[in-house]
């Protein structure tokens, strides 16, 4: 997948001011200072898509981010026409929700978050996946366990993205991300799809653009 754009659209306080679901959308969760900003800059190519903090909390709205892409590995700027290309431009969605977990903020504040985010999970039907952070560099915490089972019990697609992979050993990373899902099976029969990602390094990228592009596909084509 190459990405031909990336803009921001629009930041929406609840579903009822999200813009038209018209075209597939995939939203990013995880807790706070997952390096989830950072994530979306590294895929989306644009390094100030999503604004990055050092603080906690700093997403409060539902953020939505403009994509167009074009399918293969076509350089960028490539003539749409020549040979190689496979199609016109995909349009989608990508959209930051609020994190969860260590953001210094009033209970008040903290439920009505919780509520904007299960109401746009569960209303929002041109949802097509949600992509939960976990850290790599920790070991399975519980506020992640219940957060995917919440998305399970919601019947909610969604693929676990291990964030960080640059900040610990390869050995530690791997050995966090085998306990995270033996942590899972001890309640799931199947696992979510899994990425183990580094926003500094680009690790991961093809990965999930290229399972975004098989998505976008079957969105577009859903008889196929």
């Not at 906690?56 to 003539?79: R, V, W």
């Not at 952070?133 to 399975?140: G, K, N, T």
């Amino acid at each position: 997948m190459l990405i031909k754009k990336a803009s921001y659209l629009i930041s929406c306080p609840d579903i009822k001011q999200c813009p038209a679901g018209d075209r597939p959308e995939y939203a990013f969760i995880g807790r706070s200072n997952v390096g989830k900003s950072s994530l979306i800059n590294m895929l989306s190519g644009h390094q100030k898509l999503a604004k990055t903090s050092g603080t906690p909390g700093k997403t409060q709205l539902i953020n939505f981010f403009e994509m167009e892409s074009l399918k293969g590995s076509l350089q960028e700027g490539a003539d749409r026409d020549k040979k190689g290309q496979t199609g016109p431009a995909s349009k989608w969605f990508i959209v930051d929700l609020p994190g969860y977990g260590f953001a210094k903020v009033s209970q008040s504040q903290r439920n009505q978050w919780e509520q904007m985010i299960e109401n746009y999970l569960r209303k929002r039907e041109n949802l097509v996946n949600v992509f939960l952070l976990i850290d790599s560099r920790h070991e399975p915490q519980k506020i992640d366990l219940e957060f995917a089972n919440k998305l399970g019990e919601w019947e909610i697609p969604f693929a676990l993205t291990f964030t960080k992979a640059d900040k610990e050993t390869q050995k530690v990373v791997a050995k966090n991300v085998k306990s995270f899902l033996d942590a899972m099976r001890a309640t799931w029969q199947f696992l979510p799809r899994n990425f183990v990602t580094s926003a500094e390094k680009k690790m991961g990228r093809d990965k999930i653009l290229g399972f975004i592009e098989e998505c976008n596909e079957a969105f577009e084509n859903p008889e196929q």
